[in-house]
C-alpha cells in the first residue's frame, strides 16, 4: 500500500538559510499534518491542513510556514534556521472519509540538521 | 487541555516474554481515539494499534493487544512472544474529533528487547 512520502529525507543547512520539506499523503486522504521531533523527544505538532485549507497550528515558529496544494501534496517552508530548529521533521496524513478511525499515518521523516 | 502520560521510561524483556507497557491520559472529551505508535532505531513513526474510545472490546493486532480502561484513563499495550525486531520507542497518543485529529504524544517508554 502507497504510504506517506516525504523529501528529502536529510537535509543540512547553516544558520539563517532556508529549508523547505515536501510531503506527499496517502492518495484519497484529506488531511495533512507537521510533526516535529527533536532529539529525544516525542513528536510536537506543527500545523495541518483539511482539503488544501489551514485547520489546526500548534507549536509552529513565525520563521516556519506551510501550504498545501491543488495535488493534495504539503510544503513546510523555514527560514532563517536557527541551531535549534535541527530535528526529525514527520509528515503525517489521514482520512475522515473511512473506516480508519481517525488513525494517522506518518512518513518517514526528514531530517534536518542546521549547522 | 489533553495530556498523555508514560510513566516507564525505559523497560527490558527477555525474548518471547511478555511485557507491558502503561500509558494514561486526561480529558474531558467523550468520544476520542488512542493510539500506540512504535518508532525503532531508524526513526520511523508506525502505527502498532488504535482503540476507538466508544467500543468496550480491547483491541488485539497479532502479539499486540490493549487494556483500556475507560474510567480509570488508562490504555495500556501488551506486548506478547516479544520479539528481537520489537525492540523501540513506543509512544501512547491520544486524540480527539474536536482536535482536529491532532495528536497528543507521551513522552515515549523506551523497549529493550534482550535474546
Known amino acids: 500500500a502507497a504510504g506517506v512520502i516525504q523529501s528529502p529525507r536529510h537535509l543540512i543547512k547553516e544558520k539563517r538559510e532556508t529549508a523547505t520539506l515536501k510531503c506527499y499523503p496517502i492518495?484519497?486522504?484529506?488531511?495533512v499534518y507537521w510533526y516535529q521531533q527533536g532529539p529525544g523527544q516525542d513528536p510536537q505538532f506543527l500545523i495541518s491542513?483539511?482539503?488544501?485549507?489551514?485547520?489546526d497550528k500548534g507549536s509552529i515558529p513565525d520563521r516556519f510556514s506551510a501550504q498545501q496544494f491543488s495535488d493534495y501534496h504539503s510544503e513546510l517552508n523555514m527560514s532563517s534556521l536557527e541551531l535549534g530548529d535541527s530535528a526529525l521533521y514527520f509528515c503525517?496524513?489521514?482520512?475522515?472519509?473511512?473506516?480508519?478511525?481517525?488513525?494517522?499515518?506518518f512518513g518517514e521523516g526528514s531530517w534536518l540538521t542546521v549547522v | 487541555a489533553q495530556t498523555v502520560t508514560q510513566s516507564q521510561p525505559e523497560m527490558s524483556v527477555q525474548e518471547a516474554e511478555t511485557v507491558t507497557l502503561s500509558c494514561t491520559y486526561d480529558?474531558?472529551?467523550?468520544?476520542?481515539?488512542l493510539f500506540w505508535y512504535k518508532q525503532p532505531p531508524s526513526r520511523q513513526m508506525i502505527l502498532v494499534i488504535r482503540?476507538?474510545?466508544?467500543?468496550?472490546q480491547n483491541a488485539t493486532e497479532n502479539r499486540f493487544s490493549v487494556n483500556f480502561q475507560k474510567a480509570a484513563k488508562s490504555f495500556s499495550l501488551k506486548i506478547s512472544d516479544s520479539q528481537l525486531g520489537d525492540t523501540a520507542m513506543y509512544f501512547c497518543?491520544?486524540?480527539?474529533?474536536?482536535?482536529?485529529?491532532?495528536?497528543?504524544f507521551g513522552g515515549g517508554t523506551r523497549l529493550m528487547v534482550k535474546p
Open positions: 497518543a491520544f486524540t480527539h474529533n474536536n482536535a482536529g485529529n491532532m495528536l497528543t
Open positions: 503525517a496524513s489521514s482520512s475522515t472519509g473511512d473506516n480508519s478511525g481517525n488513525t494517522i499515518y
Open positions: 482503540q476507538e474510545a466508544y467500543k468496550q
Open positions: 492518495p484519497r486522504h484529506d488531511t
Open positions: 491542513f483539511y482539503e488544501k485549507m489551514q485547520s
Open positions: 480529558t474531558s472529551e467523550n468520544n476520542y481515539y
